[in-house]
């Protein structure tokens, strides 16, 4: 028999409204296009979208992809102000690497600079990146230096 199998997921589908109330539609239209069993209220919110009842809400935040690349954003200006001698954020760096504007680079770390607590989490990810870097680097100028030395040794008859 080739029954599809039944699968839920309240969280799923929560999030999907929840995301929706405040404009963003990519998480219920995913669920959609996708096999996903819909929640009542997915159903009758898209009846609502649909019948054209429903308008997106004024001032929504940002969709979830633009969150997740703003996170992204600030992750790496923060580990570039970190890694930077002078402390800089490598503002032109970082916006060519996600293609964005250094504007947009300083805008997303005055709010990480304004807001600490919230990005408490980002900050410790960031400082396990430093200290991952800085072993490496570390190491290899300790292998470089040892290489040195016993190229010297070998040249010496």
């Known amino acids: 028999m080739n029954e599809k199998s039944f699968e839920f997921s309240a969280l799923e589908g929560s999030t999907s409204l ?3 109330r405040i404009g ?3 998480i219920i239209i995913e669920r959609l ?3 996903a069993t819909l929640l009542i209220e997915e159903r009758i919110l898209i009846a609502e979208i649909l ?3 429903w308008t997106r809400p004024a001032n929504r935040p940002p969709a979830l992809d633009a969150e997740l690349r703003n996170e992204e954003i600030k992750e790496d200006a923060l580990l570039n102000r970190a890694l930077d001698p002078k402390g800089r954020p490598g503002a032109t760096r970082v916006a060519h690497a996600h293609r964005c504007s250094p504007k947009w680079v300083y805008k997303l770390l005055a709010d990480v600079d304004a ?3 919230s990005h408490a989490a980002m900050h410790k990810r ?3 990146k430093v200290a991952l870097y800085q072993s ?3 190491k290899l100028a300790k292998e470089a230096v040892q290489d040195a030395h016993d190229g010297v040794a070998a040249a010496d008859p």
């Open 18 to 20: 929840s995301r929706a």
């Open 24 to 26: 963003d539609l990519s």
């Open 33 to 35: 296009r996708s096999d």
């Open 51 to 53: 019948g054209g009842d």
């Open 115 to 117: 807001d600490p607590k």
């Open 126 to 128: 960031v400082g396990q």
């Open 136 to 138: 490496i680097m570390a």
